[in-house]
């Protein structure tokens, strides 16, 4: 398994990286990280915007799915209705979570490549590309990518909080329940989902922090431009489904 990942994921990203500090950046990793960050990123980009889309889809659903349960007591009914309903929007519930287990190979062979990128792994360049004769790791000459970054780590943390907002749907505004009236109970799983979204908002970003501050500058780089690229391209995909 761990041959497969090297020779589908981490390989290809890793000579990726070090033909572009070849040749495109004459040396540079800081620029070259960047570069290749936002190149996979946008090979991402069909992906995203197919979760992007179902969680858009999923939030519109919302009120006819609480109006079923309402009106289906019947599981077996409930379950059917809910069904229905799904192939009418022409989504489903696990098609995000889909999305994001094919993108976790990659996004872990990113990360493993900017935390082997820094010390030249020879084993792991094809034969046709270039060692690097020299790598300019001192980033725009403020930031030694080889050592640790309090403020690109923090930079990690503010723009993985942005980013975990904005993926956030909306919460409805508490309404006044009047006098003799039954409030609505919320469901295990409407419980849970707002506890993820909390841990998503709140503590992932810290977790962030916390991995750039103890690694290095260069993942660190990595987490701020991805989440960068990543608000950026929520936000267009977003407006751009939403007006249609």
Same mark, same amino acid.
């Given at each position: ?173 508490? &309404? ?14 409407? &419980? ?53």
């Amino acid at each position: 398994m761990s041959a497969i990942w090297n020779s589908i994921f981490y390989q290809p990203i890793y000579n990726i990286l070090i033909f572009i500090i070849n040749n495109v950046t004459f040396g540079d990793v800081g620029f070259a990280i960047i570069l290749v960050t936002i190149l996979i990123k946008l090979a991402l980009a069909p992906l995203t915007k197919k979760s992007i889309k179902s969680q858009i889809l999923m939030k519109k659903m919302e009120p006819e799915i609480k109006q079923i349960k309402k009106d289906f007591p019947n599981k077996e009914e409930q379950a059917k209705k809910t069904f229905e309903l799904y192939k009418k929007y022409g989504t489903n519930p696990f098609s995000g979570c889909i999305v994001v287990l094919i993108q976790l190979p990659v996004i872990f062979a990113l990360y493993y490549v900017f935390l082997k990128g820094l010390s030249l792994d020879t084993g792991a360049i094809y034969t046709f590309i270039a060692k690097p004769t020299a790598m300019n790791t001192n980033f725009l000459g403020l930031i030694e990518l080889g050592g640790k970054s309090l403020v690109l780590a923090i930079l990690a943390g503010i723009t993985q909080f942005i980013q975990g907002y904005l993926a956030s749907p909306v919460q409805p505004k508490v &309404e006044v329940i009047p006098a003799g009236a039954t409030p609505e109970v919320k469901s295990f799983q409407d &419980e849970l989902s707002g506890s993820m979204q909390t841990n998503i908002k709140y503590i992932l970003p810290i977790f962030i922090v916390f991995i750039s501050w103890q690694i290095s500058a260069a993942v660190a780089l990595y987490f701020v431009i991805s989440n960068i690229f990543t608000i950026i391209q929520e936000w267009y995909i977003r407006r751009s489904l939403e007006n249609n």
